[in-house]
Nanobody
Framework: QVQLVESGGGLVQPGGSLRLSCAAS????????MAWYRQAPGKQRELVSA???????NYADSVKGRFTASRDNAKNTMTLQMNSLKPEDTAVYFC???????????WGQGTQVTVAS
């Protein structure tokens, strides 16, 4: 059974940092298009960052320059380093894995990130 397990969420003050991780089992992250999404209360889920299977990254305008996505192929994980956090970054963050040809699409259970003083 494929699993994506996020970790690293929590409560942080504005301006602080968090590092989220997504550990995958039964799929190989380097063979997938991996992404982080987030969903704030009352809002639609939105794309935060993505890493394609061939290593290209892209970010939502709202997080450019503050968030960095990376992949550790040896550990089969994806991480999201979040710096200079703002209250508007508060959301549940989800890990997503999609086959490049869209043969499958999996989601993690999400991890809560709360930015508040």
């Amino acid at each position: 059974q494929v699993q994506l397990v996020e970790s690293g969420g929590g409560l942080v003050q504005p301006g602080g940092s968090l590092r989220l991780s997504c550990a995958a089992s039964r799929i190989i992250v380097s063979n997938c298009n991996m992404a982080w999404y987030r969903q704030a209360p009352g809002k639609q889920r939105e794309l935060v960052s993505a890493i394609t299977h061939d290593g290209n990254t892209n970010y939502a305008d709202s997080v450019k320059g503050r968030f960095t996505a990376s992949r550790d192929n040896a550990k089969n994980t994806m991480t999201l380093q979040m710096n200079s956090l703002k209250p508007e970054d508060t959301a549940v963050y989800f890990c997503n894995a999609e086959h490049p040809l869209r043969w499958f699409n999996y989601w993690g259970q999400g991890t809560q990130v709360t930015v508040a003083s």
